[in-house]
Each structure stands twice: as structure tokens, then as C-alpha cells.
């Protein structure tokens, strides 16, 4: 009996320095994911309008199995498509990554974003929104479209070559660009950190675009 009781000790010893590790490794882990996902924790001020236009670089994405996500982007057909055929003389991208929690936070104010675009004659056939999943899988795209309801397209880039075109390289990052009718592009904003106000953001992307507000009912 004593050798059993001592036994028993040993052995819960044992489990004790196993759960200890554990938690330890699973810490670290959680850490490390946060800073490769995103290393800015506080919003950034927006650079300031270039003396000399900058372009949006030319990127290829995979067309929109939806048809509804097809239609808002005005894109058709299958496999992929040029970020300038995108049919909007003003485009919003957010680079994120679904396991930023930092991108997280800023979901419902994304999405706040899109529905007071939407919700807006003069300005929802002016602006669309496109998500960019920098090291996402198609399934972890489309699983954080899942689980924060996200209503506008999101693109997975799991090699991070998209991102890298962009100079993005924190999450989320949100990047205002003009397309233009003749193919070519103007990048005028360019911003990392959290979105917590959706009307100032909105509002900020108004002026710089130059674009043209009409009715806003």
C-alpha cells in the first residue's frame, strides 16, 4: 500500500509538469501566431497623398465562384482575373488574416463599412471591397467569412505573394485605390491597424478618391 500511495504521487507529479509544459508551449504558441499575424496593435495615420501618383500594383486573384460576388465585382467567367477588371472606379482592400485578432476586432466595422456603401445610391456602384487573406488557405478564408459574416469577397493568399505586391506586410492593412477606365490605377491611401470607426474611414476615403457624392439617400 505505501509503494502504491507513492506510485500514485509520482504519477501525478508527473502530469503536473506534463500540463505545465503544455500550457507553456501552447502560450508561446499563441504569441508567436500574433506577431507573425500582425505586428500593429494601434492604428497608423494614413500616408499622405504623394506628390507623384503612385499605381496599385496589377494583381491576379481568383474569380468568385458566387454569383453574387461575381455580379458586385463585375468579373465572369472562371479561374482568375486582374484587379483592374474590377468593375469600380474606387476600390477598398483590407489585407487580413483570419487568425489576427486585431482583423477580428475590426470585422463588424468592416462590414459596417460595406452595408453604409451599400446602402448608399451614389456610392454603391463607386466603391467595392475586396479582402485579401495574407498565409489563408481558401478554407481559412472562407472560414473567418463564416464566422464574422462578412458580405463582400475575400481572396486567399497563402503564399503572400499578393500581400508582398501590395507593401503589405501587418494585418490588417487597408489599401484605397482608383481603377480607372483605360486599365490604369492611382493608389492614394494606404494605412495599418485596426478600423474601429467605419463613417471616419469612410469619410477619409471620400476626400482623398476625389470621388463625386451625389445623392445620398
Same mark, same amino acid.
Given at each position: 500500500m505505501p509503494h502504491a500511495h507513492q506510485d500514485h504521487k509520482i504519477r501525478n507529479i508527473h502530469r503536473g509538469i506534463? #500540463?505545465?509544459?503544455?500550457?507553456?508551449?501552447?502560450?508561446f504558441g499563441c504569441v508567436s501566431s500574433e506577431t507573425k499575424s500582425s505586428s500593429i496593435t494601434t492604428p497608423t495615420k494614413p500616408s499622405?497623398?504623394?506628390e507623384?501618383?503612385?499605381?496599385l500594383p496589377v494583381f491576379e486573384f481568383p474569380v468568385p465562384q458566387n454569383a453574387w460576388e461575381k455580379n458586385y465585382l463585375g468579373v465572369s467567367g472562371s479561374g482568375n482575373c486582374k484587379v483592374t477588371q474590377i468593375n469600380s472606379p474606387v476600390l477598398i482592400i483590407e489585407v487580413f488574416n483570419m487568425y489576427c485578432p486585431h482583423c477580428q476586432r475590426s470585422a463588424p466595422f468592416v462590414?459596417?463599412?460595406?452595408?453604409?456603401i451599400q446602402g448608399r445610391t451614389d456610392l454603391k456602384q463607386k466603391i467595392k471591397i475586396i479582402g485579401i487573406g495574407i498565409g489563408n488557405s481558401p478554407y481559412e478564408v472562407d472560414l473567418f467569412k463564416k464566422k464574422y459574416g462578412v458580405p463582400f469577397p475575400l481572396v486567399p493568399d497563402q503564399?503572400?505573394?499578393?500581400?508582398?505586391?501590395?507593401g503589405a506586410s501587418s494585418t490588417p492593412t487597408f489599401i484605397g485605390a482608383k481603377i480607372n477606365s483605360d486599365g490604369t490605377t492611382e493608389q492614394f491611401y494606404f494605412t495599418s491597424g485596426e478600423l474601429t470607426d467605419a463613417a471616419n474611414f #469612410?469619410?477619409?476615403i471620400l476626400k482623398l478618391s476625389g470621388l463625386k457624392q451625389e445623392d445620398k439617400q
Amino acid at each position: 500500500m505505501p509503494h502504491a500511495h507513492q506510485d500514485h504521487k509520482i504519477r501525478n507529479i508527473h502530469r503536473g509538469i506534463v #500540463l505545465s509544459i503544455l500550457i507553456l508551449l501552447f502560450s508561446f504558441g499563441c504569441v508567436s501566431s500574433e506577431t507573425k499575424s500582425s505586428s500593429i496593435t494601434t492604428p497608423t495615420k494614413p500616408s499622405p497623398p504623394p506628390e507623384e501618383k503612385t499605381t496599385l500594383p496589377v494583381f491576379e486573384f481568383p474569380v468568385p465562384q458566387n454569383a453574387w460576388e461575381k455580379n458586385y465585382l463585375g468579373v465572369s467567367g472562371s479561374g482568375n482575373c486582374k484587379v483592374t477588371q474590377i468593375n469600380s472606379p474606387v476600390l477598398i482592400i483590407e489585407v487580413f488574416n483570419m487568425y489576427c485578432p486585431h482583423c477580428q476586432r475590426s470585422a463588424p466595422f468592416v462590414n459596417d463599412l460595406f452595408q453604409t456603401i451599400q446602402g448608399r445610391t451614389d456610392l454603391k456602384q463607386k466603391i467595392k471591397i475586396i479582402g485579401i487573406g495574407i498565409g489563408n488557405s481558401p478554407y481559412e478564408v472562407d472560414l473567418f467569412k463564416k464566422k464574422y459574416g462578412v458580405p463582400f469577397p475575400l481572396v486567399p493568399d497563402q503564399d503572400g505573394s499578393i500581400s508582398k505586391m501590395l507593401g503589405a506586410s501587418s494585418t490588417p492593412t487597408f489599401i484605397g485605390a482608383k481603377i480607372n477606365s483605360d486599365g490604369t490605377t492611382e493608389q492614394f491611401y494606404f494605412t495599418s491597424g485596426e478600423l474601429t470607426d467605419a463613417a471616419n474611414f #469612410l469619410s477619409e476615403i471620400l476626400k482623398l478618391s476625389g470621388l463625386k457624392q451625389e445623392d445620398k439617400q
